[in-house]
């Protein structure tokens, strides 16, 4: 087994030194071993570059997987939903709020959320959260204040349903 390649290097450029560096003269100590490590190093290097090139080869497999299993995990996020959706209309339609099983149990939840139809500029100083360079809705605010009963111009509240599974 060869020494590491940063030896190998190190050893070479100390050999390099001794040399005159006017007339570039080697001298007869340096010579063997600079012959020494001309058959060290390209060894050295082959086996790093077949190890750098298996690393590769490794990432690009690897994130070929990763873009397979998100494919994957979307597909079944959407499967999951599909059910859901099935589910609700289902206990709608019969008019059912909620079915207990024996490991599963399954109810309509109503749940609101704010919906801001109007530039975030636009509303009231006091409705409005700041980020560095942006203005958004503070639809915490937003929402507090419609359950109170508040009119707010261009802000509904929107109400959805839901499935819940335990």
Same mark, same amino acid.
């Given at each position: 087994?060869?020494?590491?390649?940063? +030896?190998? =290097?190190?050893?070479?450029? !100390?050999? #390099? +030194?001794?040399?005159?560096?006017?007339? @570039?003269?080697?001298?007869?100590?340096? @010579?063997?071993? #600079?012959?020494?490590?001309?058959?060290?190093?390209? &060894?050295?290097?082959?086996?790093? !570059? @077949?190890?750098?090139? /298996?690393? #590769?080869?490794?990432?690009?497999?690897?994130?070929? #997987?990763?873009?397979?299993?998100?494919?994957?995990?979307?597909?079944?996020?959407?499967? $999951?939903?599909?059910?859901? $959706?099935?589910?609700?209309?289902? &206990?709608?339609?019969?008019?059912?709020? %909620?079915?207990? @099983?024996?490991?599963? %149990? $399954?109810?309509?939840?109503?749940?609101?959320?704010? =919906? =801001?139809?109007?530039?975030? +500029?636009?509303? +009231?100083?006091?409705?409005? /959260?700041?980020?560095?360079?942006?203005?958004?809705?503070?639809?915490?605010?937003?929402?507090?204040? &419609?359950? &109170?009963?508040?009119?707010?111009?261009?802000?509904?509240?929107?109400? /959805?349903?839901?499935?819940?599974?335990?």
């Amino acid at each position: 087994m060869t020494a590491p390649l940063h +030896e190998l =290097v190190s050893s070479y450029a !100390a050999a #390099l +030194e001794r040399c005159d560096p006017d007339t @570039g003269e080697v001298p007869e100590d340096v @010579g063997a071993v #600079l012959d020494a490590l001309a058959d060290a190093l390209p &060894l050295k290097i082959e086996a790093l !570059a @077949g190890v750098r090139a /298996r690393y #590769l080869a490794d990432a690009a497999a690897c994130k070929a #997987l990763s873009a397979q299993y998100a494919a994957k995990a979307a597909r079944h996020a959407a499967g $999951a939903e599909r059910i859901e $959706a099935y589910v609700l209309g289902c &206990l709608e339609s019969a008019g059912i709020p %909620s079915v207990k @099983g024996a490991t599963a %149990s $399954a109810r309509v939840k109503e749940s609101a959320s704010v =919906v =801001v139809t109007c530039k975030p +500029e636009e509303l +009231e100083p006091r409705f409005q /959260r700041h980020k560095p360079a942006t203005v958004e809705p503070d639809k915490i605010a937003l929402k507090a204040a &419609l359950d &109170l009963g508040e009119a707010i111009a261009n802000v509904i509240l929107e109400t /959805r349903k839901s499935v819940v599974f335990r």
